[in-house]
């Protein structure tokens, strides 16, 4: 999905009231903190208890403005700093 993000904070809400669950998911708080137009990824944020039902909804979401699309979780944690690096990745020297 090519998302058009002026403001990110206001994306997020538009993308739960207008795509994941209409009014009731307006309530919950959603930011895109990052976009990648180039890789098509973005990092958002979503308090804890609102986690299952984002996965849930990006997980049902199977077209956005009448095209195809499905959505990859890379990576889900509760600590920002965990998501700039992958553990199994890491070299000691």
Do not use: M
């Not at 998302?3 to 009731?24: A, E, H, R």
């Not at 208890?49 to 990006?58: D, Y």
Request: aromatic share 12%.
């Amino acid at each position: 999905i090519h998302l058009l993000i002026n403001n990110y904070k206001s994306t997020g809400w538009y993308l739960l009231n207008n795509v994941f669950f209409s009014q009731v998911g307006a309530a919950l708080p959603v930011d895109v903190l990052t976009y990648e137009e180039k890789t098509l990824s973005a990092i958002l944020r979503v308090v804890s208890s609102g986690l299952v039902k984002l996965w849930s909804a990006l997980t049902l979401l199977g077209f956005y403005q009448n095209r195809r699309c499905a959505f990859r979780v890379l990576q889900a944690s509760p600590f920002l700093l965990a998501l700039s690096g992958n553990s199994r990745e890491l070299v000691l020297d």
